[in-house]
T-cell receptor, first 115, second 114 residues
Framework: AQSVTQPDIHITVSEGASLELRCNYS??????LFWYVQSPGQGLQLLLK??????LVQGIKGFEAEFKRSQSSFNLRKPSVHWSDAAEYFC?????????????FGTGTRLKVLA | DTGVSQDPRHKITKRGQNVTFRCDPI?????LYWYRQTLGQGPEFLTY????????KSRLLSDRFSAERPKGSFSTLEIQRTEQGDSAMYLC????????????FGSGTRLTVV
């Protein structure tokens, strides 16, 4: 079965420190990959997406993610975290053969930023 | 266009009552999705519309749940005879077919069944 794993439930970093959030997927072929951010009580906002091509993708708010086929991973990174980045982050996949574009989400990583 | 709107933002209901939520997608988006998110989990797919046609429903969507999208514009999600297990955030999202642009999510409706 297709699945998405975000191994870290909670991550705490200091403001200005670098960040890496992990995402691994289980799927036979390379799916479409997404990262979303959710602030408390809000919907989800798209940070970035990967469909094909360059494996390093740039997103909004200074985030980037790298697709590694050999590791079935799509980790999210930011070189310097701001206090406003505190939120929950979700990795999602869509099978590339999907006609419905139905997302499979990970369980999320909650980011806390220390001043 | 102000994005995807969901109404109400919060709903508290007694067990056994019926509730209905509304979603207004971005006007040019022909695809509309409903997801359910429980505490500590990622969103789970419930159902999907392309224009007015409901093309897929999750097994999570029991017979007590029904969704409509008349005229391919706004959508409603109704839960009949609510149960405490229905307490969750219900998220609506819309997208344009074939663009790969990803979804635009609404802010969700938080349902609490007491």
């Amino acid at each position: 079965a297709q699945s998405v794993t975000q191994p870290d439930i909670h991550i705490t970093v200091s403001e200005g420190a670098s960040l890496e959030l992990r995402c691994n997927y289980s799927y036979g072929a390379t799916p479409y990959l997404f990262w979303y951010v959710q602030s408390p009580g809000q919907g989800l906002q798209l940070l970035l997406k990967y469909f094909s091509g360059d494996t390093l993708v740039q997103g909004i708010k200074g985030f980037e993610a790298e697709f590694k086929r050999s590791q079935s991973s799509f980790n999210l990174r930011k070189p310097s975290v701001h206090w406003s980045d505190a939120a929950e982050y979700f990795c999602a996949v869509v099978p590339s053969t999907s006609g419905t574009y139905k997302y499979i989400f990970g369980t999320g990583t909650r980011l806390k930023v220390l001043a | 266009d102000t994005g995807v709107s969901q109404d109400p933002r919060h709903k508290i209901t007694k067990r056994g009552q019926n509730v209905t939520f509304r979603c207004d997608p971005i006007s040019e988006h022909n695809r509309l999705y409903w997801y359910r998110q429980t505490l500590g989990q990622g969103p789970e797919f419930l159902t999907y519309f392309q224009n007015e046609a409901q093309l897929e429903k999750s097994r999570l969507l029991s017979d007590r749940f029904s969704a409509e999208r008349p005229k391919g514009s706004f959508s409603t999600l109704e839960i009949q005879r609510t149960e405490q297990g229905d307490s969750a955030m219900y998220l609506c999202a819309s997208s344009i077919e074939g663009t790969g642009s990803g979804y635009t999510f609404g802010s969700g409706t938080r349902l609490t069944v007491v």
